[in-house]
C-alpha cells in the first residue's frame, strides 16, 4: 500500500476522550443543551425541507439573519461547517508550502495541526507567565509570518488579546492577522469595528460554544468582501446542510435564549473561579470565556488529573508556558462544578 504524504504519516492521531465519564468537562462544550419544545420546532421546519436537494450554497436568508445579529453587510460574512473547516480554507488559499504561521503557545491545536498537513512551517511564541500575551515578542516576529492566529480570549489560559496589539499588527501591514472570537459571547471584548478599514484583518466565530451546537459543526468568518471571495474559493461546497442551516435560522430568531444562556455560564464560571482562587495548593488565572486554566503547587497536574478520573471527572490537561503541564477546566453546570471541586480537594489531599 503506497503511503501517504510524509507530513501526514508523521502527524498523530487528533484525539480527545468523549465517553465514559459521568462529569465531562474537557471540551468547552455548553453545558446547557437546547430545550426539547426548540427541538421540536426546529424538527417541524426540517420536515417541510427538501432532503433529496443540496443545500443553498450560498443561504441568503441566513446571513442575513446573520448580518442583523453582528451588524455586518451579508458580503462580508463566510459561514462554514464549524470554524474549523474555515481556518483550513483561509491556510488555503493564503499560504504555501514553505511560509510560515504564527502562533502563540499554549493556544489552539488546529492551527499547528492544519499548518503541518499544508507543509507551511510554525512560529510559536510562548504566552508570558503570568497567561497573556507577549505583545512585543509577536509583533517582532510576525514579520517572518504570512498569517499571525490570536485566539481572544486565548484557549486555554482565557486571556484576551490586546486590542493594541491587533492594530499594531494592522499597522505593519506585512501579514493576514487572524483574531479568533470563538468565546467572543462570553466576554464582549471584539475587534469587529477595526474590520472595515482593514482589509489584512479576518475574524473567527462559532456556534460550539455560546449556542451550544457542537454538535452541529456551524461557523462563520467576517472579512472584507474580496477575500471572502477568495477564501470562498478553497471551502468545500454545500458544507453547510440543511439541517445546520435551518437550526441556526431558527436560534437567530430567538437570540434572548442565548443571551440567557450566556449569563448563567458566566455566573458558574465567577463562581467556579472563586472556588479554585481560595482552593490550597492552586493557582489560577482569570478567564474571559467558559473555561478556566489552573496549577498546583505541590503535585504534577498529571497526577491530579488521574486522581480526577478515576472520580468520574474528565478534564483536559493543557501545556504551560513553561514547558510544564496545566489543567484547563470546562464551566458546567452547577452540580458537576460542584462535583468537580469536591473531587479535586481529595485529589489534593491524596498521598
Not at 158 to 178: D, K, M, Y
Amino acid at each position: 500500500m503506497r503511503p501517504a504524504r510524509d507530513a501526514v504519516e508523521n502527524l498523530a492521531p487528533y484525539r480527545v476522550e468523549q465517553f465514559g465519564f459521568p462529569v465531562k468537562l474537557n471540551q468547552n462544550e455548553a453545558p446547557i443543551d437546547l430545550p426539547r419544545n426548540f427541538k421540536r420546532k426546529i424538527l417541524h421546519r426540517m420536515a417541510a425541507v427538501s432532503w433529496n436537494r443540496y443545500p443553498p450554497q450560498d443561504p441568503i436568508h441566513l446571513k442575513s439573519a446573520l448580518s442583523r445579529h453582528i451588524g455586518l453587510p451579508q458580503e462580508w460574512i463566510l459561514l462554514g461547517n464549524g470554524s474549523n473547516e474555515l481556518i483550513q480554507a483561509l491556510m488555503l488559499a493564503h499560504g504555501v508550502p514553505g511560509d510560515r504561521i504564527l502562533v502563540v503557545e499554549p493556544g489552539f491545536s488546529l492551527y499547528p495541526r492544519l499548518a503541518a498537513i499544508l507543509n507551511l512551517g510554525v512560529i510559536r511564541v510562548p504566552m508570558q507567565d503570568d497567561g497573556t500575551f507577549d505583545a512585543a515578542r509577536i509583533v517582532r516576529e510576525s514579520g517572518r509570518a504570512r498569517i499571525v492566529f490570536l485566539s481572544s480570549p486565548n484557549n486555554p489560559t482565557g486571556a484576551l488579546a490586546p486590542r493594541s496589539l491587533v492594530i499594531e499588527l494592522l499597522r505593519c501591514r506585512t501579514t493576514l492577522v487572524v483574531v479568533d472570537e470563538a468565546y467572543i459571547e462570553f466576554c464582549g471584548a471584539t475587534v469587529l469595528d477595526l474590520l472595515p478599514q482593514h482589509g489584512d484583518l479576518v475574524i473567527l466565530r462559532t456556534f460550539s460554544k455560546a449556542y451550544g451546537l457542537a454538535g452541529l459543526r456551524a461557523g462563520y468568518l467576517m472579512a472584507h468582501p474580496e477575500r471572502i471571495q477568495q477564501i470562498e474559493k478553497t471551502k468545500l461546497p454545500f458544507s453547510l446542510g440543511v439541517f445546520q442551516q435551518t437550526v441556526l435560522q431558527y436560534l437567530l430568531e430567538r437570540d434572548r435564549w442565548a443571551r440567557y444562556r450566556v449569563r448563567s455560564i458566566g455566573r458558574w464560571r465567577d463562581r467556579l473561579y472563586r472556588s479554585l482562587r481560595h482552593m490550597p495548593g492552586i493557582d489560577t488565572l482569570p478567564s474571559q470565556a467558559n473555561f478556566i486554566y489552573f496549577t498546583a503547587r505541590d503535585r504534577p497536574c498529571e497526577q491530579i488529573d488521574r486522581a480526577l478520573r478515576r472520580r468520574g471527572v474528565l478534564v483536559r490537561l493543557v501545556s504551560r508556558p513553561d514547558g510544564g503541564a496545566a489543567i484547563r477546566v470546562t464551566v458546567g453546570h452547577p452540580r458537576e462544578n460542584e462535583r468537580f471541586l469536591k473531587s479535586l480537594a481529595q485529589a489534593l489531599r491524596e498521598e
